[in-house]
Structure formats: C-alpha cells, structure tokens
C-alpha cells in the first residue's frame, strides 16, 4: 500500500528552528510537496521536491532524499504565526497526492 | 497568480436540502480540479477528481449521486450535495492544479478557502 508518515505533533519555541521529517511509501514519484494548513483555514503551497537535495525558501527550506524516501522541512527563526499544521503529500506514478496526516506544529514564546 | 476562490465560505441547512459549492481559479484554467473534504481533526480526504468536459472521477466509497460535480468550464467547477444531512456536515475544499504553462511548479494544486457546511 501507500504511505506517508509524518509525527503527529510537535513544539517548539519562538526564534528557533523545527525539522519536520516526513518518509514515504508510493507506487512511483512525481514530486513531494509541503503544504502549510492554519486552524479553520486551507492549505496553503510551501515547496516542491522532485530532485535530491535541499530547497531554501526564505525561512523555510525542504530537503529530498528519493533513495531513502524521506524529506523533511525545516522552518528557521520560528514565528508564532508558524503555528499550524503541515502536510507532506507524495504525487505518485499516477500524479495522485497521497497526503500524510499532518503534523501540528505549536510555538511557544 | 494561482488564485483559487470557493464560494460560499459558510453555509447552514436544513437536513434534506441540497448545497452548491463553486470553485474557481481566477487567473488560469485549470483543466483539473479535485474536491476534497476534512472533517475537525483530520488529513484531508480526496472526494473526486474533476476533469473539464467529462464525468468527474470519484474515490472509493464516495457516493456520486449525492456529491454532483460539474466542471463546465475551465474556470469553474461546482459540488453539489444532495439531500444533505447531518453527517455531511464538514469543511469542504476544492483545488486547482497548475500546468507547467501557468509558471508554477508541475502539478502543483493550490487551495481555495473551503467551504464549512453545517446541516441541522
């Protein structure tokens, strides 16, 4: 079967870094993707992952490694506006996301 | 760019009524559009695939009869619930995906705000 797994909560303090790890089990790739999902609200695009290797956005950076499949998302001088959930979805062969179950994450001052 | 609207944002019925939702992309056509619902709590549940011109693509367990998806145009996609009931109550959430020509990463969806149903 398929799937992703991602801790189910995690905290952190304001001003410092979080990884956020994510591993994965799907019937082919097309792509890892973070999406960023405030309380009440929709997930919002964070990074793409196709290739190995680190992407560096801002404060947000998200690493691939296909052979181990696992990727993580790191998140620098945390802001309590950071506190959210955030999703690791997989696009398989098809070009179906499989998404993870989230991980919420909660910033203390 | 990539702006995807759903309206209404929140709706409440009467159990027994049936509820449209639309979903647009505002600045690109979007061929593709999938409905998802999320209940308090939880991972985000794939309802249906929506292709622009044919029949929608549903998930196992999904009842096509009561969940209507309509993608008329390349703009638009519509959900209906049918014969809405209490259990049908949840958050809603349509996304569009965005082709290579649209300059965004390949088939990245990106989210309208969601819909919060609630049927009494």
């Known amino acids: 079967g398929q799937n992703i797994d991602q801790p189910t909560e995690m905290t952190a303090t304001e001003g410092a870094i979080v990884q956020i790890n994510c591993t994965y089990q799907t019937s082919g790739f097309n792509g890892l993707f973070w999406y960023q999902q405030h309380a009440g609200e929709a997930p919002t695009f964070l990074s793409y992952n196709v290739l190995d290797g680190l992407e560096e956005k801002g404060r947000f950076s998200s690493f691939l490694s296909r052979s181990k499949g696992y990727s993580y998302l790191l998140l620098k001088e945390l802001q309590m506006k950071d506190s959210a959930s955030y999703l690791c979805?997989?696009?398989?062969?098809?070009?179906?996301?499989?998404w993870g179950a989230g991980t919420k994450l909660i910033i203390k001052p | 760019g990539a702006v995807v609207s759903q309206h209404p944002s929140w709706v409440i019925c009467k159990s027994g009524t049936s509820v449209k939702i639309e979903c647009r992309s505002l600045?690109?056509?979007?061929?593709?559009m999938f409905w998802y619902r999320q209940f308090p709590k939880q991972s985000l549940m794939l309802m249906a695939t929506?292709?622009?011109?044919?029949?929608?693509?549903?998930e196992q367990g999904v009842e096509k009869d009561k969940f209507l998806i309509n993608h008329a145009s390349l703009t638009l996609s519509t959900l209906t619930v049918t014969s809405a009931h209490p259990e049908d109550s949840s958050f809603y959430i349509c996304s569009a995906r965005v082709g290579v020509e649209e300059g965004g990463p390949q088939e990245t969806q990106y989210f309208g705000p969601g819909t919060r149903l609630l049927v009494l």
């Open positions: 929506s292709n622009e011109g044919s029949k929608a693509t549903y």
């Open positions: 979805a997989v696009m398989d062969s098809n070009y179906q996301l499989i």
């Open positions: 600045d690109f056509q979007a061929t593709t």
